[in-house]
């Protein structure tokens, strides 16, 4: 599976941005998608997941209620949309795929395909 983040981009606080990311080679939506992200000098955090199979999204505490995502099966695409953007949001974005249990999904080593990221930078 290949993925490929896209949507990042500049925008003040408060505002909102959609990312996508977009598969293609494997059965995309056979697999949990998580977002993570990497600010500068930071280690890479969990953002958010939308399992394989029916169930609730999973998020994180820094993005709950503001955050959502979404999968588009027909078009082999998962979307973030974020609202309400604050400038510690700022970071580089990455989707993943994998087949996490639900007690690990937040986990990034289970996740075995990665797109290159989308740079997030919300201006104060």
């Known amino acids: 599976v290949q993925l490929q983040a896209s949507g990042g981009g500049l925008v003040q606080a408060g505002g909102s941005l959609r990312l996508s990311c977009a598969a293609s080679g494997g059965t995309f939506r056979t697999y949990t998608t998580g977002w993570f992200r990497q600010a500068p000098g930071k280690e890479r955090e969990f953002v958010g997941a939308?399992?394989?199979?029916?169930?609730?999204?999973v998020y994180a505490d820094s993005v709950k209620g503001r955050f959502t995502i979404s999968r588009d099966n027909a078009k082999n695409t998962v979307h973030l949309q974020m609202n309400s953007l604050k400038p510690e949001d700022t970071a580089v974005y990455f989707c993943a795929a994998g087949r996490p249990m639900r007690s690990s999904i937040s986990a990034s080593e289970m996740y075995y395909y990665w797109g290159q990221g989308t740079l997030v930078t919300v201006s104060s």
């Open positions: 939308i399992p394989q199979s029916s169930g609730y999204n």
